[in-house]
Structure formats: structure tokens, C-alpha cells
Antibody
């Protein structure tokens, strides 16, 4: 059974950093792009970025609101993807989802992890 | 960025009746590989989104056949042939043809 499990969400002060993890199981992790999507509670969905693994030709891209502050990493040997978030602002408060895929995104989603940025 | 204009924002429906959601993109979602990268998602209250349709018209495994997707280029439609109570939630279209991927604003389907 394919599973994606996010962890690491927390309450953090503005300007601080946080790292989220996405632990995958049930499929060959290195064969798939991992995308992060976020959702402000009660609002719509927003792409954060994606990481395409070495097997597919390594590539990482970020949406404009997070570019330069967020980094997506992956450890294919452990089937884990990370979202390193720096210089957090209140605008980053959201539920963060780890999602399998890219162009045909989303056959599998994690349960989400809540990040709250507040003093 | 590609803008996804989804309508209506709210859709009151009668159980057993059909429902339709429209999604228009500001650029064509057809790529040179022959695929059209338009997906539809359902998000029930308190749950993660669930993909229903990928590449405009392909139904995901386990999705009831009352859901269907159609369209090409910039105009797309999600249809529910007969709405059931479990179909309540918010529906999103999403394009993956151009970076960054973008979602529609969502359509809230609720029972009349």
C-alpha cells in the first residue's frame, strides 16, 4: 500500500526555520517526483515546489512566494523527502501536503502537517 | 502563471441529479508529448485532496463511474451524472502543463 506521511509541523515564530519530512512507503521512491502543496486552512491549494530524483534527471523548482527561502531535498535510500523552510512569515501558515507526482500530480497525498507562524 | 478560472464557486445540488463544474485555463494545457495535463480533485471536509481525474479524462482507480472529465486545450468540465451524499466537498481543477502548477479556486458542492 502506497503511503506518504508528513511530520514536523509546529508553531514557530516569524523569521525562524522549520523542516518538514515526508516518509514514503509502498513504492520505489526514487522513481517518482515529490511535490509539496500547501493550503491555508479554509482556503485553496497552492504549489510550493517539487523535487525530481536522479533517476528521472534531477530537478528542483520552487514557486515564487517561497523561492530562496524553501529547499526541497530527498534521500532516496531512506524514501524520505524534506521541506526545509527558512525565514518564515505569517503568510507561510498552512497545512503542508507531500504529494506524489508532477504533471499528473496527486495519485497519492499525505495527511498533511500544520505549520503555524506566529509570535 | 497560468490562471485556472473555475466555476461556479458554489454548487447546490439535488441528490440523484447531475452536476457540472467548469474550468478554463489562460493557456493551452496540451503538451508536445500528446497529453493534456489537467487534473480534478475532490476534497471532503477534514480530508486530504483525492484525485478523481487525470490528463483531462482518465478516471483514477476506485473512482465511481458517475464522475467523468472532458475537454481539451483550455476548456474542461467535470461531470457527476447523479450526485450522491458522499460527493459533498470542494472540487479543484489543477494544471501541470506549465510551471508553476496552478489550481482553480475551488467549487463547493453542497446539498440543496
Amino acid at each position: 500500500e502506497v503511503q506518504l506521511v508528513e511530520s514536523g509541523g509546529d508553531l514557530v515564530q516569524p523569521g525562524r526555520s522549520l523542516r518538514l519530512s515526508c516518509t514514503a512507503s509502498g513504492f520505489t521512491f526514487g522513481d517518482y517526483t515529490i511535490t509539496w502543496v500547501r493550503q491555508v486552512p479554509g482556503k485553496g491549494l497552492e504549489w510550493v515546489g517539487f523535487n525530481r530524483g536522479e533517476f528521472q534527471g534531477a530537478l528542483t523548482e520552487y514557486a515564487a512566494p517561497v523561492k530562496g527561502r524553501f529547499t526541497i531535498l530527498r534521500d532516496d535510500s531512506k524514501s524520505i523527502a524534506y521541506l526545509q523552510m527558512n525565514s518564515l512569515t505569517s503568510e507561510d501558515t498552512a497545512v503542508y501536503y507531500c504529494v506524489r507526482g508532477y504533471r499528473s500530480l496527486g495519485d497519492y497525498w499525505g495527511q498533511g502537517t500544520l505549520v503555524t507562524v506566529s509570535s | 502563471d497560468v490562471v485556472m478560472a473555475q466555476s461556479p464557486p458554489s454548487l447546490p445540488v439535488t441528490l440523484g441529479q447531475p452536476a457540472s463544474i467548469s474550468c478554463r485555463s489562460s493557456q493551452s494545457l496540451a503538451r508536445s508529448d500528446g497529453k493534456t495535463y489537467l487534473n480534478w480533485f475532490q476534497q471532503r471536509p477534514g480530508q486530504s485532496p483525492r484525485r478523481l481525474i487525470y490528463e483531462a479524462s482518465n478516471r483514477d482507480s476506485g473512482v465511481p463511474d458517475r464522475f467523468s472529465g472532458s475537454g481539451s486545450g483550455t476548456d474542461f468540465t467535470l461531470k457527476i451524472s447523479r450526485v450522491e451524499a458522499e460527493d459533498i466537498g470542494v472540487y479543484y481543477c489543477m494544471q501541470g502543463a506549465h510551471w508553476p502548477g496552478t489550481f482553480g479556486q475551488g467549487t463547493k458542492v453542497e446539498i440543496k
